[in-house]
């Protein structure tokens, strides 16, 4: 049985920092697609970064150079480093998988929500001004 499960949000001021980690079991985490989401009050859920099994790494063009994704596949474990924080990052954020068998999603998919199949259950980030 696949789970992920984030841990690390809460509440700051803008400008500072929070770092999300979701461990992962139940399938082979060295051989997945794996994905940060967020979902802001009355919006929809939109990818944020994305890393595969090499390390390449894709971002949303708003947290670039700000928001760091990374993989310990020793420990089946993805993080999201999120510095110089806004208001506007406010959102439940969740750490995604794509099925191994899957393969890599298509060039500029990487951060589609269809491309991934398993979900965590979200964890709250807020960010106050």
């Known amino acids: 049985q696949v789970q992920l499960v984030e841990s690390g949000g809460g509440s700051v001021q803008s400008g500072g920092s929070l770092r999300l980690s979701c461990a992962a079991s139940g399938y082979t985490f060295i051989t997945s697609y794996m994905a940060w989401f967020r979902q802001a009050p009355g919006k929809e859920r939109e990818g944020v970064a994305a890393i595969d099994n090499d390390g390449r790494l894709t971002y949303k063009d708003s947290v670039k150079g700000r928001f760091t994704i990374s993989r310990d596949n020793a420990e089946s474990t993805l993080t999201l480093q999120m510095n110089s924080l806004k208001p506007e990052d406010t959102a439940i954020y969740y750490c995604?998988?794509?099925?191994?068998?899957?393969?890599?999603?298509?060039?500029?998919?990487?951060?589609?929500?269809?491309?991934?199949?398993?979900w965590g259950q979200g964890t709250q980030v807020t960010v106050s001004s």
């Open positions: 995604a998988a794509r099925a191994p068998y899957r393969g890599g999603p298509r060039t500029k998919t990487e951060l589609s929500e269809s491309q991934y199949d398993y």
